[in-house]
């Protein structure tokens, strides 16, 4: 039987094995491959020069930039850059390197992606001035390349949802929806010219809509440490949306404060630099500020983004949820927004709001402008998500 992929020589699955126990015995390693198992070691086992640890599995980079920026250097030389920033995340966990992050220079030779960002973030308070153009420049960065994979469909999907709402018989030329209108008129087919001549035109309705109009979105985003990643994604998104003028978009972000973003999402860098990770959790606050913001509960759509563990009032944050879905308030509560996943979260808190009518699950940043349109048509969220294989989480006890 043959393959386009064969098993591994036995030499092959030695060597694989060599570098994924750490090697003893050098011998049977290529120089480029004792390089790897020396950058493997250095966080995953060995000390510097190859020799065990003793008594535990400490790596042997130590405190100095210089040596971390060599050493992440081989790491991408390496490896692809997904694996580089696993790694990359490991050694911030193990070998506190969280600190070194403060230096310009090694801040440079990190591979950027939306971890980073929520680490910078974090650490915004404590950057020196000689590397807050660096931090910048590296937030700015990710924020680019996020915007370029998500901001065109987020924008396109978002202005179909709201402009194709509304069909007309009579649309200006560039909002003719062809399709339909030829499906509209096949009874006037034109045999001696091989045509349709269409009688009827079907498109987009298309005037002046006010501020009264609008559908207003309200992103309410825990800022504690456990959602760094949403916190990116949705200062992004809002960024985004705030840009369409068939929307009227806010951003609200919360730990035990609450600050309105609302006012700097031309920049997103600058809303991401606004916000500070940690601290506790006050959803109930959060929800309080929110209904100060609803005008016009039946074209308000609220998206609490938040693993749902209340550090405030959690009989009246439910009761507040109940009561702005009483009033018409389109209610969806995101666990997470992110790529890994659900996260843990407060199933009693999550199991009350589902009971509620809120769709209540973990959303990825591809499936979020999907869930927007859906949210704006006023479609069943629940069937929107089960059509994509999106667990909801359940009502009742």
């Known amino acids: 039987m043959t ?25 049977g390693l290529s120089p480029r491959d004792m390089r790897i198992d020396a950058a493997l070691s250095a966080l995953y086992g060995r000390g510097d020069g190859g ?27 390496f490896f692809p850059t997904p ?11 193990r070998l506190n390197l969280k600190a070194m992050m403060l230096e310009p220079e090694f801040l440079a030779t990190l591979e950027a992606d939306v971890h980073l960002v929520a680490d910078l973030i974090s650490l915004r308070s404590a950057i020196p001035e000689k590397a807050k153009d660096t931090a910048r420049t590296v937030v700015r960065t990710v924020v680019a390349a996020l915007m370029e994979r998500l901001a065109h469909r987020t924008a396109e999907t978002i202005r179909g949802a709201v402009n ?12 003719i929806d062809w399709p339909r209108t030829l499906r509209a008129n096949l009874s006037h087919w034109q045999e001696e010219y091989r045509t349709v001549v269409p009688e009827r035109l079907v498109g987009a309705a298309r005037h002046s809509r006010t501020k009264a109009d609008l559908d207003h979105v309200i992103l309410c985003v825990d800022q504690s440490g456990s959602m760094a990643t949403s916190v990116v994604y949705s200062s ?18 919360f730990d035990t404060a609450i600050v309105d973003l609302s006012e700097e999402l031309k920049d997103p860098v600058e809303v991401l630099f606004g916000i500070q990770l940690g601290g506790g959790t006050d959803i109930n606050a959060a929800l309080t500020y929110c ?63 589902a009971t509620l009518g809120c769709p209540v699950f973990a959303c990825t940043p591809d499936q979020f ?10 479609e069943d969220i629940h069937s929107w998500a089960a059509a994509r294989d999106i667990q909801t989480i359940r009502g009742g006890a």
Request: charged share 30%; aromatic share 4%.
């Open 51 to 77: 020799e065990k640890e003793s008594g535990n599995r400490r790596g042997g980079l130590n405190a100095s930039a210089p040596r971390v920026a060599k050493w992440l250097g081989d790491i991408r030389e």
């Open 369 to 378: 402008p999907d869930l927007m349109a859906a949210a704006l048509k006023r």
């Open 236 to 253: 992004i998104f809002a960024a985004v949306m705030a840009s369409l003028p068939v929307i009227e978009t806010r951003l609200v972000c």
């Open 164 to 175: 194709r709402s509304k069909r007309t018989s009579r649309p200006r030329f560039a909002d």
């Open 83 to 93: 694996v580089v920033q696993v790694i990359q995340r490991d050694a911030f966990e």
């Open 291 to 353: 209904q100060t913001l609803v005008q016009q509960p039946a074209k308000t759509h609220l998206v609490l983004i938040t693993d749902l563990y209340e550090g405030g009032n959690a009989e009246e944050m439910l009761a507040r949820a109940a009561a702005m879905v009483a009033s018409g308030v389109n209610v969806i509560v995101l666990l997470a927004l992110s790529d890994e996943g659900r996260p843990g979260y407060d199933d009693a808190h999550a199991r009350v709001l």
């Open 3 to 27: 393959t386009d992929t064969p098993f591994p020589t036995v030499d092959e699955r030695r060597r694989r094995w060599l570098l994924a126990l750490g090697a003893d015995d050098r011998s």
